[in-house]
Nanobody, 116 residues
Framework: QVQLVESGGGLVQAGGSLRLSCAAS????????MGWYRRAPGKQRELVAK????????IYADSVKGRFTISRDNAKNTVSLQMNSLKPEDTAVYYC?????????WGQGTQVTVSS
């Protein structure tokens, strides 16, 4: 089993910044991808950003390009999301995701609220 623990959510004013972190532990054997998704009230879960490990590709949702930066610490099996210039529409529960051997693992989610 793989466990993901997120931290760093909170309340921030529009234009502010937050940094989310996710630590993976357990049966970490060969990670295919790590990233962040979010679910806003009344909406479906959507991809925010992810790193495809083997191909060294980073993918961002169009809505966050230029504002969010995803990074990974290989040695510590952590992934972080630096979120700048936050907007009220970024308000959501953010979930860490890890893909390994075709199986998705999810964190418990951390709330990000951006006030206008």
């Amino acid at each position: 089993q793989v466990q993901l623990v997120e931290s760093g959510g909170g309340l921030v004013q529009a234009g502010g910044s937050l940094r989310l972190s996710c630590a993976a532990s357990g049966s970490i054997l060969s990670i295919n991808a790590m990233g962040w998704y979010r679910r806003a009230p009344g909406k479906q879960r959507e991809l925010v950003a992810k790193i495809i490990i083997g191909e060294r590709i980073t993918i961002y949702a169009d809505s966050v390009k230029g504002r969010f930066t995803i990074s990974r610490d290989n040695a510590k099996n952590t992934v972080s999301l630096q979120m700048n210039s936050l907007k009220p529409e970024d308000t959501a529960v953010y979930y860490c995701n890890l893909l390994q051997y075709g199986r998705d693992y999810w964190g418990q989610g951390t709330q990000v609220t951006v006030s206008s």
